[in-house]
T-cell receptor, first 116, second 111 residues
Framework: GAVVSQHPSRVICKSGTSVKIECRSL??????MFWYRQFPKKSLMLMAT?????????EQGVEKDKFLINHASLTLSTLTVTSAHPEDSSFYIC????????????FGPGTRLTVT | QKEVEQNSGPLSVPEGAIASLNCTYS??????FFWYRQYSGKSPELIMS??SNGDKEDGRFTAQLNKASQYVSLLIRDSQPSDSATYLC???????????WGAGTKLIIKP
């Protein structure tokens, strides 16, 4: 399968600070990447679709000014959680669509964010 | 009605038996279907994709698709304790390249 990396894997930050998470497709180009969050024992929740060279599309209820997404190249998308609060503590996971052969979606290993 | 439905389980299967996981979907025009496995605390891992009616086998895994019945299933033969995980069914939406997810079925393989 294709490889998607995510960095950092784990981060602890203080309330009010910002945290940037990187997602890279290592062996394929991804025009579309996705950002999810998942709370313990809950389902994946899609936050936004990241398109290379254009603005991200956010799901209803996700604040675009709080969760800044930049898809700077065909292999890199970043999510910045701005002014983080304890309720933002969660497991953030990115994924990337591999166009060939059939838009299979591959996930990064996830970033566990803890805001104190 | 949810777009993709799965029984949340848990589904308990003895080691060595066949585990059968089921998924139904509502959009009759869907063409691409995926099964992911997610271990607790980890991200989902793609294990099978299927696009045509019938069976597709990969090792101990077999995906089955019936578009007329809008039904996808995953069979795991010779189940092992390491197969214990949540299995997520996902349907590709052509319009925005998103996956529509089922809630997942928790599978427990008992030694």
């Amino acid at each position: 399968g294709a490889v998607v990396s995510q960095h950092p894997s784990r981060v602890i930050c203080k309330s009010g600070t910002s945290v940037k998470i990187e997602c890279r497709s290592l062996d394929f180009q991804a025009t579309t990447m996705f950002w999810y969050r998942q709370f313990p024992k809950k389902s994946l929740m899609l936050m936004a679709t990241s398109n290379e060279g254009s603005k991200a599309t956010y799901e209803q209820g996700v604040e675009k000014d709080k969760f800044l997404i930049n898809h700077a190249s065909l292999t890199l998308s970043t999510l910045t959680v701005t002014s983080a609060h304890p309720e933002d503590s969660s497991f953030y996971i990115c994924s990337a669509n591999r166009r060939e052969p059939n838009y299979e979606q591959y996930f990064g290993p996830g970033t566990r964010l803890t805001v104190t | 009605q949810k777009e993709v439905e799965q029984n949340s389980g848990p589904l308990s299967v003895p080691e060595g038996a066949i585990a059968s996981l089921n998924c139904t979907y509502s959009d009759r025009g869907s063409q691409s279907f995926f099964w992911y496995r997610q271990y607790s605390g980890k991200s989902p891992e793609l294990i099978m994709s299927i696009y045509s009616n019938g069976d597709k086998e990969d090792g101990r895994f077999t995906a089955q698709l019936n578009k007329a019945s809008q039904y996808v299933s995953l069979l795991i033969r010779d189940s092992q304790p390491s197969d214990s995980a949540t299995y997520l069914c996902a349907v590709f939406r052509d319009s925005n390249y998103q996956l529509i997810w089922g809630a997942g079925t928790k599978l427990i393989i008992k030694p």
